[in-house]
T-cell receptor
């Protein structure tokens, strides 16, 4: 079992819809969770971080964390074609260090 | 916007050459990382550093080496490049203060070994 798992997609949504991206992780003691956006040929860009159970909203983005279920998600409201990218879930393991494990990413396509 | 720089951005080189990929950050971050990523594939950690004179190998075995003589500088060296080294190399840094283990990435170096 991978430490961080994501559906590779592609996930296709129409413009204006809500895109829902999901991620599960195996280390129950993990404390820090991140979502990165990576456009094709570019480097990852941090868009959200979440540390506590519940929801965290930033503009059109909402991160949701459920530590009991070892599940973190990203919702993108009013999806735009410019949101088309690969979204990487990342988890900082509770190993006493600063090692972050990245998922393989979910490709999102927003159709105009 | 993160201030982390990588040079060169693109490099095409012949087999057997020695190359150094440069990475510098101006944020004073103590942690720095090198990742390797093939097109459409996941990131693989190949080296990391917790501070000056501290370097560790990552999860993916790599023939490259790194050094950390200054906080802001974390170069990666390949003594003898091979076609199997063709990939994108991404440098990142993070700050341990507060809850900040967020990593910020440089623009990457796309390496092609002929």
């Amino acid at each position: 079992q991978k430490e961080v798992e994501q559906n590779s997609g592609p996930l296709s949504v129409p413009e204006g819809a809500i895109a829902s991206l999901n991620c599960t992780y195996s280390d129950r003691g993990s404390q820090s969770f991140f979502w990165y956006r990576q456009y094709s040929g570019k480097s990852p860009e941090l868009i959200m971080s979440i540390y506590s159970n519940g929801d965290k909203e930033d503009g059109r983005f909402t991160a949701q964390l459920n530590k009991a279920s070892q599940y973190v998600s990203l919702l993108i409201r009013d999806s735009q074609p410019s949101d088309s990218a690969t979204y990487l879930c990342a988890v900082n393991l509770n190993t006493g260090g600063f090692k972050t494990i990245f998922g393989a990413g979910t490709r999102l396509f927003v159709k105009a | 916007e993160a201030d982390i720089y990588q040079t060169p951005r693109y490099l095409v080189i012949g087999t057997g050459k020695k190359i150094t990929l440069e990475c510098s950050q101006t944020m004073g971050h103590d942690k720095m990382y090198w990742y390797q990523q093939d097109p459409g594939m996941e990131l693989h950690l190949i080296h990391y550093s917790y501070g000056v004179n501290s370097t560790e190998k990552g999860d993916l075995s790599s023939e490259s080496t790194v050094s950390r003589i200054r906080t802001e500088h974390f170069p990666l060296t390949l003594e003898s490049a091979r076609p199997s080294h063709t990939s994108q190399y991404l440098c990142a840094s993070s700050d341990h203060r507060g809850t900040g283990v967020e990593q910020f990435f440089g623009p990457g170096t796309r390496l092609t070994v002929l």
